[in-house]
């Protein structure tokens, strides 16, 4: 009796080796197809040489994964070629990566595109020169394939001409042109991806950057080694696919990143640009002992300190090649409007060492006689120079420097961790006792809301006014975290339960202050009462004239009686509807309480300071005409803590504990919109009303510090702002950023976004605004 039978085609598949396979795909050969395996064959060696244990497991489990899809032995067998050396260009994690988006085309598209796009995949991998740059042009595959699945075929073919002239945002927008202009004509379409149209080569040539960085990755790395004897790891990093600009150039992770591409500036050409930027970044990262701790900094604090130590690495690496000079200050010749203009002529004055006024003389004469060697001499002198402007309005977002080579400083600074559960109260826990252990405990009066345990029973103890002190005491849990989707308009889908929104506790301010403010505006408010006054409901009106109504008009009635009696033809309209006129109002005020709200405005408030006034006069002015409103604020540090906060809910009544809240709200964070919308437009569907409307109030867009694209969180808060409306909620905006016209109408539509100019008549619109909304 034999044990042993041979395995499905043992007299093939053993002759072609398979040495060095691990133990745990030694069946793997018997499943593939033969070409595929012949492939396996021939790669498996290399693939040994070139990957790690762990890269070799996750490419063997990757052929393995497109075996099981299903597409033929086409794209096993690319797979397995190619890469092994994508893996060695950018890292073995790509591996997984490109899998998982094979397995996802295999639904829109033959087995032999995703072969193609396999093949294809080492030029686009050395092009590109990023592993993440490589995962964002497998999104845009995949974001071709739903749109136009024809034209990716003969793209593939001259893949290599695109990337010659093109960055990966270019590659999207040339791409985007091509599907909407030929979206119904397929061979046009078919033409225009294989560069056989004038209207491809038009587009082209106007996506065209002057220079790419894979292009020069040597040049400045031996010119980077040349000056400072080290070897520098250069990314490239991709700007935003919706216009041609890039990102701002900075050092992280010992790495330098600078713009996938850059045009010629202003007549310099782009070759020089890139050799300014890397120059830049690396003097920053020779002088720097240790990050600057960044805690109790304004926005002002951390620009003014970021300019002199710009000043200070520059000189410092002056001294030692003194051309630098002369290359950095070329790129100085511009000089921009308001406080960034002055950042300019600072930054100009430091490099040149000509005052040009009084202030820059003053600068430079600050800045010579400082110790280079001493970080926190240009620390002190950064603060000075930020107390000297404290009295001009300044925007982190609005006003930079138009100098074009220098970084963003987040190599200078170090941030402390927040510990969120010192800024969240402590949790309480509920003990449920018998009725005698609640009896024979001794109460302790003074005990408040941060009582570590609350003892509860079920049979309830009600006290003379009706509550029970079940009720009565400690504080009401808050609610559990909420996961909210959020949508990612490079893939153009829904990630599910992506986002985790955590309520706090609103801290309370100080009501006497909240009183002092409504004093202070009065004016205003006496304005807005006989407004208010009139949008109060006006009892019942009688609707008369009907044949169908709910009781008879005597009146109607009677002259159809004499009509009758007299020969005429009788009126048969002699029913009336009483109607009564009510206001069926909800208002959801949802803040932006991100740390962009603590930059001055003119008159020496703060954003946060007027927006908390104009939410006090707007809920006085609510308060009269009778409607149910809310006022909730928001705020971000990732997706996973998105906090929201509310300063009074629909159920609060008007009065001195929603004043507090108010005054206690906080600046601080940044700002994910989206899911903030989607947990108020919840809010507002349990509520009972008409009419719901949601009025967000921001000074800027929607960014967080885990989003570099500022397209990403747009889109999620224009399907979040969709979604309310397919909810019955209409959401405006009222935004205080003089730039909201390029992004608010994309996001609310043209008709919802009102942007306010001057920032210190917000008390006084946004009051005027909400009376324009629910007249």
Known sequence: MHLMQPLPHSSEKPALGFEGLPADHAGLPFSLPDPAAKALDQMLPEARRRLSPRGLDTWLRGIDALN????????IAAYANAMPQVARDLGEDVLAETTTACLGFASRTSGAVIERILETAPLAAKRLADAGLFLAYLRFLEHVLARAPRAI???????????DVLTLGGLRRWADWGIEAHRTDTPALEAYFALGSDASKSVLQSERKGVLLVDLQRRLGMYLRALWGRDFVLVPTAGDFETRAGLRPFAESHMLHLPDALDDWHGEPGLDLYRAQVAHLAAHLAVLRAPILAEGLGALDLACIGLIEDARAEALAIRRFPNLRGLWARFHSQTASGIAGVFDRIARVLLTGTAEDDFSSWVLAQFSALDLQEPEATRAL?????????NQPY???????????RCDNRVLWEF???DWEVLTAPAQTRRYVSVSEMVNEVEVETAGEDAQEIWVQSAEFFDDDGTSFNAREGKPALAP???YEEFDHRLQMTRPAWATLREMRPKAGHAVAAEAILEAHRKTSDRLRHLMEAMRPQGTQRIRKLEDGDEIDLEAAIRAVSDIRMGREPDPRVMMRVIRKTRDTAVLVLLDLSESTNDPAPGGETVLSLTQSSCLILSQAIDRVG?????????SDGRENVFYTRLKDFDTPWGIGPKARIMGAEGRLSTRMGTAIRHATAELSRVKAAR???????DGAPSDIDVRDPHYLRADARAAVEAARREGVTPFCLTLDPGADAYAGRIFGAQNVQVLEKVERLPERLPMLYAALTR
């Open 68 to 75: 099981q899809m299903g597409r033929g032995a086409g794209p």
């Open 153 to 163: 075929r003969p793209m593939l073919d001259h893949l290599g001409e695109l990337f």
């Open 382 to 390: 950064g603060l000075a120079l930020a107390n000297r402007l404290r």
């Open 395 to 405: 925007s982190a977002h609005r006003d930079q420097p138009s100098c074009p080579y």
């Open 416 to 418: 402390e961790e927040i």
């Open 481 to 483: 975290p909420v996961l």
């Open 627 to 635: 409607d149910r409103f809310a006022i909730h604020g928001f705020q």
């Open 692 to 698: 719901k409307l949601m009025l967000v109030l921001t």
